[in-house]
């Protein structure tokens, strides 16, 4: 019996000394918790401190850096907004910084010609001549000719837009005018859009270069370098549609089509149709002796074969046919 009292005795030593060590555990987790806790707080402060004292105050540096960008005038309406009084911005200075609208207007047109059999050549000079000398150039031409030689042929010519219509009509004077279409667009209103667009972006770029220099991580500069790329791509995708309309708008572009057309029959006198018939007579007579020679191989082959069929037909004849017998008399 006592050395089952000593059994339990030890037991419970040993329980108490192992709850005592569990306490002690976690009261030293607790103390190093708080103890980290409170250093992280003394660092975040400590970093907030070599900020400038910026502690206490939502405001990021991106938002202070685009308070500041804003025109005063601005800043202050939105002063007097928040505290309920009139900001004493009036309509008359909003409306006369309104850009003013420039017309832009591209124009095209297109003139269908006819002429006289070899007169292409003519038309063609002039009408580079004309364009040249009023500060225009040849931006395209294609040509085809057919059996009869007779050409047929497009000119694109790039005219300033001040000259447009004194050359227009020095050029239908070249030749028979069959139609001519003359078309307008007018792109004002994209231009100024473009125009806006571009001074946003331009005012965004300055905003973020500024920002360049207050960066103070690797990941704030990495991120403002981001939005320059997205801004200055942006940028010159506009620069590009602003300088592509500036040179439709510049100079006006008149395509030119030349077709060169056979005399009338009709109005031929009789001589001419002998002639033109002879001249037929001839033409067919050459094409016969062209196209005998192209089958003069084929006919020789089928003369020989005829010949052959020939020759064994008249043998055949003569072997089957029996001799005459003499009379008996």
């Given at each position: ?12 030593r040993w ?167 003359v078309s ?33 991580t690797i ?111």
């Amino acid at each position: 019996m006592e050395r089952g009292s000593e059994v339990m005795m030890a037991k419970k030593r040993w329980i108490g000394v192992v709850t005592a060590v569990f306490i002690l555990l976690v009261l030293l987790a607790a103390v190093v918790l708080g103890c980290g806790e409170e250093n992280e707080a003394d660092l975040y402060q400590a970093m907030d401190e070599s900020r400038g004292g910026e502690t206490g105050s939502d405001t990021t540096m991106w938002e202070k850096g685009a308070e500041e960008s804003l025109p005063a005038e601005i800043g202050d309406a939105q002063d007097a907004y928040a505290e309920g009084e009139p900001s004493g911005i009036t309509p008359s200075p909003i409306s006369s910084t309104l850009p003013q609208l420039q017309l832009m207007v591209i124009k095209t047109a297109l003139m269908e010609m006819e002429t006289g059999k070899g007169d292409y050549a003519r038309i063609r000079e002039d009408a580079v001549a004309i364009t040249s000398a009023a500060a225009g150039y040849v931006e395209g031409e294609s040509s085809s000719r057919d059996d009869e030689g007779l050409t047929y042929a497009t000119l694109t010519l790039r005219i300033p837009a001040d000259k447009f219509d004194e050359v227009l009509t020095e050029v239908s004077s070249l030749g028979e005018v069959v139609s001519t279409q003359v078309s307008t667009n007018d792109v004002s209103a994209e231009y100024v859009d473009l125009e806006s667009r571009l001074r946003h972006l331009q005012a965004e770029e300055s905003f973020y270069l500024s920002l360049i220099g207050q960066a103070t991580t690797i990941q704030e500069m990495i991120t403002i370098r981001e939005h320059l790329d997205s801004i200055q791509l942006e940028k010159e995708q506009v620069q590009g549609r602003m300088n592509f309309l500036d040179q439709q708008v510049g100079f006006s572009t008149l395509t030119l089509s030349v077709d060169e057309v056979a005399p009338d029959e009709d109005k031929e006198g009789f001589w001419d149709s002998v002639g033109d018939a002879f001249k037929s007579f001839g033409r067919g007579l050459k094409k016969l002796g062209v196209g005998f020679f192209y089958a003069l191989p084929y006919l020789v082959i089928l003369a020989v074969i005829a010949l052959v069929i020939w020759l064994l037909v008249r043998r055949y004849r003569r072997k089957g046919t029996p001799g005459e017998q003499p009379d008996v008399g």
